[in-house]
């Protein structure tokens, strides 16, 4: 078994050295990860520069970029053997709802899906680290129920959330689907030293669907977060109207 294993927060994050440890003994691992916190950059990739790459201290590889790029150079030119799973995480704060499609922690793992291999991200359900411990025994215990009878067809991409608890590989399991946010907070508008206007990008809308079956449902009520997810974003059901209503033929 050959694993990749990536994250936004940086190859300085202490989720990162979590889930490597986690991991440990399941397979030959390699560690491709960003030089610096690429949360929010979604799938992004780097195409206005070149990208460097470096081996740390630790032994991880780490790339100058996004967590897409760390994913893409890995399987198409640093890596010398295709990856048999590729994992990302483990993340500083939820990815549930529409806050994975910002994501970078789910990017990650989303590009070995593009790439045809099996993918998982994990994610703590809160911020600072809290019971990362936890978090990580359940990442392993995950991974391995995957492995355990051959991995299931690839490929495909699970998207997890792990409450913050001494507990959360004793939790229940649930497969979820995404909740969904309201829209965004407004912009913060500031004055830079020099006069300048400038902005910062506001606070994630409050929940707006966080009804049963939802990741934000399964993580309030102290469960461990599993939604498979997918890349196609085609509105099947809408394709009769739209063609009705553009005089157009359904292919």
Same mark, same amino acid.
């Given at each position: ?126 911020? *600072? ?5 936890? *978090? ?82 399964? *993580? ?22 739209? *063609? ?8």
């Amino acid at each position: 078994m050959h694993i990749l294993i990536s994250n936004d927060d940086g190859y300085l994050a202490p989720g990162l050295a979590a889930l490597v440890r986690a991991c440990e003994g399941l397979g030959t691992i390699e560690v491709v990860a960003p030089e610096q916190n690429a949360s929010g950059t979604s799938n992004a990739l780097t195409l206005n520069r070149p990208l460097s790459v470096f081996e740390a201290a630790n032994g991880f590889k780490v790339v100058s970029g996004t967590p897409s790029d760390c994913v893409h150079v890995a399987l198409t030119g640093l890596l010398a053997r295709r990856p048999d799973l590729v994992l990302s995480g483990i993340n500083n704060g939820a990815n549930m709802g529409d806050d994975t499609l910002y994501s970078g922690t789910v990017a990650a793992a989303m590009e070995g899906y593009l790439f045809g291999i099996p993918a998982v991200a994990f994610s703590l359900v809160d911020k *600072a680290w809290g019971e990362l411990d936890a *978090a990580a025994r359940t990442a392993r215990s995950i991974v391995q129920r995957l492995l355990a009878d051959g991995l299931p067809q690839a490929p495909w991409l699970l998207n997890v959330n792990i409450p913050n608890r001494p507990d959360a590989d004793r939790l229940p399991r649930l497969v979820t689907r995404l909740g969904r946010r309201h829209a965004s907070e407004p912009v913060i508008r500031q004055t830079s030293p020099r006069g300048e206007t400038i902005y910062w990008i506001g606070p994630a809308g409050d929940v707006r669907d966080a009804g049963e079956g939802t990741d934000f449902h399964a *993580a309030a009520h102290g469960c461990v977060s599993i939604t498979p997810l997918q890349v196609d974003l085609t509105d099947h059901p809408a394709r009769p109207a739209w *063609a009705g209503r553009l005089g157009a033929a359904v292919a």
